[in-house]
């Protein structure tokens, strides 16, 4: 009589997507990989923060970008230029990332020395994202001023499903009327465990802080020694 | 013997978004009502030029707006304050309008006298709103100065499938580094046939002229007299 072979289903069947992006999770806390998805509308300074943060990393730590786009290469050759690896994924025409994108990108590397840090840039989209675990350690939303201060609530997804509030180019808030408070107030509503900074990638303001909780973040989830 | 009976197929068989926009388009040139589909970011400042269009048309022709959003009546209520009747469709997750949602926000005003201008505003998205026709006659993509001049080759098909591009936030231009003349170049790169304003709803820059061009597309749409 043949063997009665059997496959263990899990319980819980998880997605395609869960199911990738809890391996990917698996690999990074085995390597001490801490990773971080950044998400935001186009223009909302994913980018020009990732100019401001990575230098401030880049003498301590091991790092690594991957860029979603839908076309273009434009923003991983930003990243190169601070001589920062840098993988571009280009999904054409997907509006958001998925957990077998960021496989396949992460796929080039893994054989290598592994990365402290990864900071995965998300296309541009405040709608999507929200819907797609990548197994990052934390879900930073980036709102820039001239966005306005009424977003929260039309677009309350990505808040509520995120660690981290970013509020971007602060140095524009001379020239629109943007409220901070109101955003932050409507914010911890739908998230009230939401860490929250105001940054400008142009001026540095905020920068120093936001640095730091990463560092905190990944000792945190990789004690030291 | 039973009578045969034939249901003749299209032999072009369109979606059912495409089947119903074309629905509304033949309803919509019927009553000669001319629509406008606004499409942009979140916060790249569809709701502030109608603010700003809205008046300019108000005292010659009968207006409607459709606000698309994913919740909220935020947007709807500016608009009524401006005495404009506006119809909100909260799509409750999804990240674009659909023709499906417009029919059943059109049924509701159908009966009553025809306006002259609908406009859609669309959800906050530069992706998935240019992949859905909604019947329109016009569709316009919006850019505000400060999402940055890179990203009509980041996101191409909204600018691909579009007849007008404003560049809106005008107003910002000393603030920030956005070259308009190298956003004209690619978007015409892609769209060859595509009219271009710089725009500022708070000063009014461009707005005129904007106006204008909407009179004449309707008065080509539908001759006077």
């Given at each position: 009589m043949a063997e009665i072979r059997r496959v263990e289903v899990?319980?819980?069947?998880?997605?395609?997507?869960?199911?990738?992006a809890a391996q990917l999770r698996q690999e990074w806390d085995e390597g001490k990989t801490y990773v971080v998805?950044?998400?935001?509308?186009?223009?909302?300074?994913?980018?020009?923060?990732?100019?401001?943060?990575?230098?401030?990393?880049?003498?301590?730590?091991?790092?690594?970008?991957?860029?979603?786009?839908?076309?273009?290469?434009?923003?991983?050759?930003?990243?190169?230029?601070?001589?920062?690896?840098?993988?571009?994924?280009?999904?054409?025409?997907?509006?958001?990332?998925?957990?077998h994108m960021i496989e396949q990108a992460w796929r080039l590397v893994r054989d290598g020395p592994r990365p402290h840090f990864v900071f995965i840039e998300n296309v541009g989209n405040l709608v999507c994202p929200a819907s797609y675990i990548l197994g990052e350690h934390l879900r930073?939303?980036?709102?820039?001023?001239?966005?306005?201060?009424?977003?929260?609530?039309?677009?309350?997804?990505?808040?509520r499903n995120s660690q981290a509030l970013l509020i971007t180019k602060a140095d524009l808030l001379p020239y629109v009327d943007f409220d901070p408070q109101r955003v932050w107030e409507e914010a911890r509503g739908l998230q009230p465990q939401l860490s929250?900074?105001?940054?400008?990638?142009r001026t540095g303001e905020g920068i120093d802080d936001w640095v730091r909780f990463l560092q905190e973040q990944r000792d945190e989830a990789f004690p030291p020694g």
């Open positions: 899990l319980e819980n069947l998880l997605k395609a997507n869960d199911y990738l998805n950044l998400m935001s509308s186009p223009g909302g300074g994913k980018t020009a923060l990732l100019e401001a943060t990575l230098p401030r990393l880049a003498d301590r730590y091991r790092l690594l970008v991957l860029e979603g786009d839908i076309e273009t290469e434009r923003d991983a050759e930003r990243i190169r230029a601070l001589q920062v690896e840098a993988l571009q994924i280009t999904t054409g025409g997907t509006c958001h990332l998925e957990s930073a939303v980036l709102m820039s001023v001239p966005e306005g201060d009424d977003k929260v609530l039309k677009y309350p997804k990505v808040f929250h900074w105001i940054v400008s990638a």
